[in-house]
């Protein structure tokens, strides 16, 4: 069987083909207009989508070498992303599976991320375990779920403020590093001190001591993004220039300490023994060590996708839609699907 995937949530135009569980390829152009401005604009997002999506489409069938025909299946985001984005995605593959008169089965971003983990290249997809806890860490989500085999979930933790990788790249902005700054303050992290400076970590045992903090999962990121700007604004840029690095892994130290520190108290609280992280955030160095750390130590197991399944891609929207047929959850077939921009939460 071959699914075609399209993703457009955001800034990423993809594509993909999964056969039997195996990724046959997968193709993401990312946007690099956005650079001039720090972020993503929404309108700029959205013509790149519609500049790129033909394109992109037909290098995933080439690189799969198949033709329109051979596909079995076409599923696409539906959200949550930017609206505009989204629509040139869906309505692509909404007149592609109408013209070829195959299904369309419509995907959550979030839930595509949240089993993405679980995607090889090398064995094909691996079973994901009955039950669960997901870390999905990006620029627009910070969300921790309590995932349950029939594929639903319920979410037990999520940003009050601003998400994990949203943090990372205006504190980036801050110091003036290229857009997106995670990958960037990742990279000088590695050759500074994480002790540097002692950042917040809001909303966690080491800034509250009641057990109502240690058993709150929720994310808060607000503080961070204002106390690196007064720690900026209190010294010369000589200082910070000499000391970026360091900064780099403080901010970073601050960031990671939090994520894991929540996830591994939510597998305790669920009584849960895996772990799984998803999204952007996911491909940073130092939040693989030491979530890989922290669950070696608590007997957990850990499942984190490959760094190219951890951004935005169509692989893991085919991938979820596989999911969904072979549990028989493929809801009516209908080409009036009707896309979202928010998260909905899904509980058993």
């Known amino acids: 069987m071959n699914i075609l995937g399209i993703e457009t949530s955001c800034d990423e ?13 997968n193709i993401i152009s990312s946007q690099l207009v956005h650079r001039d401005y720090g972020g993503v604009v929404p309108e ?37 992303g930017l609206i505009g984005a989204v629509m040139v995605g ?28 679980f995607l090889d ?17 990006s620029g ?53 001190n994480p002790e540097f400076h002692h950042f917040p970590r809001a909303l966690t045992a080491q800034s509250r ?22 720690f900026i604004r209190q010294h010369d840029e000589d200082f910070v220039g000499s000391h970026l690095a360091d900064i780099c892994a403080s901010i970073q130290e601050a960031i990671t300490d939090v994520l894991v520190e929540k996830s591994i108290a939510a597998a305790k609280k669920h009584k849960l023994s895996c772990i799984s992280v998803a999204g952007g955030v996911s491909a940073n160095s130092r939040l693989r060590a030491r979530m890989q750390e922290a669950c070696l130590q608590h007997g957990l197991e850990l499942f984190i996708p490959e760094r ?29 699907i009707a896309p979202f921009a928010s998260f909905v939460s899904r509980s058993s």
């Open 308 to 336: 190219a399944y951890s951004t935005d891609n169509a692989a893991m929207i085919a991938h979820m839609a596989a999911l969904k047929i072979q549990r028989g959850q493929i809801e009516p077939n209908t080409y009036d």
């Open 44 to 80: 700029l997002a959205s013509r790149e989508h519609e500049r790129l999506i033909v394109s992109v489409v037909s290098a995933a069938l080439d690189e799969a070498n198949i033709q329109k025909n051979d596909l079995d299946i076409i599923s696409a985001t539906t959200g949550p």
């Open 90 to 117: 869906l309505c692509f593959a909404q007149g592609m599976a109408y013209s070829l008169g195959i299904p369309l089965i419509p995907v959550n971003h979030i839930e595509a991320h949240i089993f993405s983990a």
């Open 121 to 137: 290249d090398k064995k094909g997809a691996a079973k994901p375990p009955e039950s669960f806890i997901s870390l999905t860490v």
């Open 13 to 25: 135009t993809s594509a993909s083909v999964v056969r039997d569980g195996h990724v046959i390829s």
């Open 140 to 192: 627009g989500h910070t969300l921790l779920c309590a995932v349950h085999p029939d594929l639903t979930y319920e979410v037990i933790g999520r940003t009050i403020d601003d998400a994990a990788g949203e943090a990372f790249d205006k504190t980036g902005k801050m110091l003036n590093l290229d857009y997106p700054a995670g990958p960037v303050i990742d990279r000088l992290a590695q050759e500074g």
């Open 209 to 230: 001591t009641s057990k109502s903090y240690r058993d709150n999962f929720d994310f808060s990121f607000s503080g961070l993004k204002t106390s690196v700007l007064n």
